[in-house]
């Protein structure tokens, strides 16, 4: 795993930055697949001890 950009100072949480992109400004995936993505995001969010922003 590479190192972190920014240093959080000891003690404080770092935030990280995540976005997806698209083509065209068009949806590719619909609402099932959606909902799908975020409930894996929760999942590994879980696992992972962090919190989702947004």
Known sequence: MRDPRLLA???HAGVYHLCSRIVDKRFVIKHREKLRFMALARGGA???G???LS
Do not use: K, Q, R, V
Request: proline share 11%; aromatic share 12%; charged share 10%.
């Open 9 to 11: 100072s000891p003690g």
């Open 46 to 48: 879980a696992f992972a």
């Open 50 to 52: 962090i919190e989702l």
